[in-house]
């Protein structure tokens, strides 16, 4: 059993946007993307339950950035605390289990996009080589 948040956010210690830096090209920009994503589920969290997301997230990251890792947002006492004092657990396999699938549905949603526009290149060339034998 581990904390949620500490599940959830453990992005902010690999610091995906740092590694994202130090890469180039396609690789950088999908792991930046990746960070991106990850970071809007304590913001929507924050959000829905009536406190200030931005507040909230920078406390969050600003408390694993000194090591507290287990550190989540409450929701109940809207703030930020521990999430193993307050008992908030769940399996690192649910938490893992959503990540996965939520990445294999955008590689499938990607795939269909990629096809979708090699289809239409294909009938833009189709179409340019018909008129050019008129």
Not at 53 to 78: C, D, F, Q, Y
Not at 113 to 122: L, P, T, W
Request: overall charge neutral.
């Amino acid at each position: 059993m581990v904390a949620i948040e500490q599940c959830r956010l453990s992005v902010f210690d690999l610091n995906p946007r740092h590694q994202a830096t130090m890469l180039q090209g396609m690789e950088s920009y999908c792991i930046r993307a990746f960070a991106e994503a990850l970071e809007v589920i304590p913001y929507t969290l924050a959000e829905n339950a009536g406190l200030n997301p931005i507040e909230m997230v920078t406390e969050l990251r600003n408390k694993h950035a000194r090591g507290e890792t287990s550190a989540g947002i409450n929701v109940r006492k809207g703030q930020v605390t521990n999430m193993m004092e307050e008992n908030v657990v769940q399996p690192l396999l649910v938490t893992t289990s959503a990540i996965t699938l939520a990445c294999e549905c955008v590689r499938m949603i990607l795939k269909v996009c990629a096809i979708n526009s090699s289809i239409q290149h294909n009938n833009r060339i189709t179409v340019q080589l018909h008129r050019q034998t008129r």
